[in-house]
């Protein structure tokens, strides 16, 4: 069944924005008494019935609550210098979300290379993509680019493992041998460039741990892509 | 330094086609006594010194052996059926690649949706990725399609680990949990409508597991990056 994105569900109704009204009533070509899924991004996912088919500003009435795939059980952040090509931060946010992401957030370092970005666009990404793999979930996406300090300093406690890829040191752990399986986990991943010798420095007295992805140089993307993949895996044994 | 793609290594010269000669003396502006890093691909590397300067048929002559990233010490046959838009294939082949793989067929199932791809851009694509990921190693590409009877046909034994994930049915095991660190592992992945009944049964009579990569519903590319990860991430265990 279609799965609609509701920007707010509140008394019962489902409201949908333009973007998403257009798809369903235009592209899809629903109408008033058709049944879809429903879900706000928060977890919570329903039944609904279109009730007002207004193309710019859709209305659905709440009907059952459905079960969506379980959750993942291990809150993941990443925080990801964008690479410059637009086309491969759109993929990475695509890859993410499909296989499953808390919160996303872009990191301005000394040397990325791409310091704007749309937040509707990429945000319209996420949603394609939670939709596409029928998740009821929504990756928080920051609008606002966080600096090494400022990521630091969100978790400032023990409770998190926190970790930066590197594949320009030998002898590292491995990531999926530093992840404990069910912890809150935060990932920074540098650019194409990688990280300046001061950031690394600020992360690492930050408490964050210096780790390998693998034996390949992974591109930005890649390497956020795969990290996200190794949390689950080790996750899930 | 500057990694080339060789056709051929013989007698000490590599020799180079003509993208790769004049993407070394154009575009990267090398010329004759330059020193670069060559592979043919085979898990080889060396320096060597640029010889003849011709833009349609370079050649170079070897120096010294260079140890390359250590092999992943697997052998991983990736068999996926293309999706649709051209740009999805392109990015599986370009992020297996990054992460390490042997060889890749492309699927003809009864719902694979492209069945004409172009054998030599999509080998350009394995060799800009395996350059850039700094490998010595390219993954061989099946120059023809195979069916999944032919897929099934090409290892009867015990001695590889075959299994074709799904989304469809629960309770079925991880392939994290199947899989078994160090054995040689082929994964056939179906198109976006998945394999007909008959493939599956197909799949399974020939010695496949059908085996789920998460929780979550993931685009046909997106399962064969993450398939790729997870065998990767339990070896490296």
Redesign the interface.
């Known amino acids: 069944m279609t799965l609609a994105y509701s920007i707010r569900i509140e008394g019962g109704s489902a409201f949908l924005d333009a973007d998403e009204s257009g798809h369903l009533l235009q592209v899809l070509r629903k109408r008033k008494g058709d049944q879809v899924l429903v879900t706000d991004g928060s977890g919570r996912g329903w039944t609904a019935e279109i009730t007002l088919a207004d193309r710019k500003a859709a209305m659905l009435t709440l009907l059952d609550p459905v079960p969506g795939?379980?959750p993942?059980g291990v809150d993941i952040h990443l925080a990801l210098a964008p690479p410059k090509q637009a086309?491969r931060l759109e993929?990475f946010l695509e890859?993410v979300t499909?296989?499953?992401v808390n919160r996303i957030s872009m990191l301005a370092t000394q040397r990325t290379e791409r310091t704007r970005w749309r937040f509707d666009r990429l945000q319209r990404i996420l949603v394609a993509a939670m939709k596409?793999?029928?998740?009821f979930r929504l990756p928080l996406l920051d609008s606002e680019d966080l600096t090494v300090d400022q990521l630091v300093d969100l978790y400032p406690g023990e409770d998190r493992i926190k970790v930066i890829p590197t594949c320009d040191w030998s002898n590292l752990p491995?990531l999926?041998?530093v992840y404990k399986p069910g912890h809150p986990i935060v990932v920074a991943i540098g650019p194409e460039g990688d990280f300046t010798p001061e950031e690394v420095k600020t992360a690492i007295q930050g408490g964050f741990q210096a780790v390998l992805l693998?034996?390949?140089?992974?591109?930005t993307e890649?390497a956020g892509?795969?990290a996200c993949?190794?949390i689950?895996?080790?996750h899930?044994?």
Do not use: C, F, Y
């Open positions: 795939p379980s993942w086309a993929w890859k499909e296989i499953g596409q793999s029928g998740q491995r999926s041998s693998g034996d390949n140089r992974l591109r890649t892509v795969i993949a190794q689950h895996t080790i899930g044994l």
